[in-house]
């Protein structure tokens, strides 16, 4: 069954916003600010990074001036919608000191605010996915995460254009939202024309669409859209095969392509800290002064970091080879044992915020070709 699309002008995009506000949703887009494109609350249309976009290359990021009228030109920054729903740190309980013992004093979950997530690029919404597969699992779920997750509203965006970095299309994440969104936008900005094309994904979405009466989609202005979206896809530069990639990383233990990219990686944890689906964490107790209270409290953490694999007697992974070729088996190969998908949705985060401008499709080439020279 085709799903309805209508139009919505930019004179209603406001109202579409507004709608939202008025359902008791806190509105989360892209913001301009400290020459980059954040994600951080905003109040109205007029907020969003109009005009702006961005330019990407391994190790490099930069915002410039793009189409005038413009609202979601911009692609994959250096923050993810991940922080909202799984935040860098978070107090998971606290333990008080009282007259006879401990009390134990739990989150106070029934807090969480109702957030909408406006325009929430289709390889990020895939990471959204990942992430539900990762903390809603019935072996630990994770009880923040999921209250969370339960009051969050998201306005998908289909992407019209592609840093130099991204590799959705390949990862069959993008550029078009394929489910899992409530509303979903096209925006369409060439020359005089400006409009958007949006799509309903559950009961929400169209409920709120209903509201504003919107008239449905031409058959031209669906298939204009719908080509914007496609060009994008035939025009990323960068790929990755996974028909091949899982089973070979399982082999490549002792490659020596790894050695290669150890000598380049710093083991920073840029690549960790700025990618969507990446969900390691640590804990510690951290006790007051006067040795009252303590909270326990969760806060991301990196295979990167020579810690994180630490057991009696020392780490595991001590190598930089070791940790590189952990997070790069992780995320293409043993992801799917874990999860059922790739734990890589191609936005090239991991490219770009690389200090030293590591590629991993790059670095993927490179090992496919040695494992086909091996068996050759």
Request: charged share 25%; net charge negative; with cysteine.
């Given at each position: ?36 494109i ?54 998971l309980w ?13 989150p ?31 072996l ?44 979903a ?27 504003l ?93 020579l ?70």
């Amino acid at each position: 069954m085709s799903i309805k699309e209508y139009l919505l002008s930019v004179d209603r995009w406001d109202q579409l916003l507004l709608r939202i506000k008025e359902s008791g949703y806190k509105l989360l887009g892209p913001t301009l600010r400290e020459d980059a494109i954040l994600y951080d609350e905003i109040h109205s249309a007029k907020d969003l990074p109009i005009g702006w976009t961005d330019e990407q290359d391994p190790g490099y990021y930069r915002i410039k001036r793009g189409v005038e009228h413009a609202y979601f030109q911009h692609h994959s920054g250096p923050q993810s919608w991940k922080q909202y729903l799984f935040p860098p740190c978070e107090k998971l309980w606290s333990a008080r000191k009282r007259e006879g013992g401990m009390e134990i004093e739990p989150p106070l979950l029934s807090h969480v605010e109702k957030v909408a997530f406006i325009g929430v690029h289709a390889c990020d919404l895939q990471a959204i996915h990942v992430l539900d597969r990762v903390f809603k699992s019935e072996l630990c779920a994770h009880p923040s995460y999921l209250q969370r997750r339960d009051n969050v509203l998201i306005v998908a965006l289909d992407c019209t254009s592609a840093s130099r970095c991204c590799f959705c299309a390949s990862m069959g994440s993008g550029p078009d939202a394929k489910e899992g969104y409530d509303l979903a936008l096209t925006e369409v900005a060439e020359g005089k024309d400006h409009f958007f094309i949006i799509r309903p994904g559950s009961s929400l979405g169209e409920a709120l669409l209903e509201a504003l009466s919107l008239p449905a989609a031409s058959h031209a202005e669906s298939e204009w859209a719908r080509s914007l979206v496609e060009k994008n896809k035939e025009e990323m530069v960068r790929q990755v095969d996974n028909s091949r990639v899982p089973e070979m990383l399982k082999k490549s233990w002792l490659y020596k392509s790894w050695d290669s990219v150890a000598q380049r990686c710093i083991n920073c944890t840029n690549c960790t800290l700025a990618c969507p689906t990446c969900f390691c964490s640590q804990a510690e107790e951290r006790v007051s002064l006067d040795g009252a209270q303590a909270d326990h409290v969760q806060s991301w953490e990196s295979c990167f970091n020579l810690s994180h694999s630490y057991v009696h007697g020392g780490s595991v992974r001590f190598s930089p080879r070791a940790r590189y070729r952990q997070w790069l088996t992780h995320k293409f190969g043993t992801w799917w044992d874990q999860f059922g998908l790739s734990g890589c949705v191609g936005c090239g985060r991991c490219i770009t915020w690389c200090p030293v401008g590591i590629d991993v499709t790059e670095e993927l080439n490179k090992l496919q070709m040695e494992a086909d020279h091996a068996s050759s």
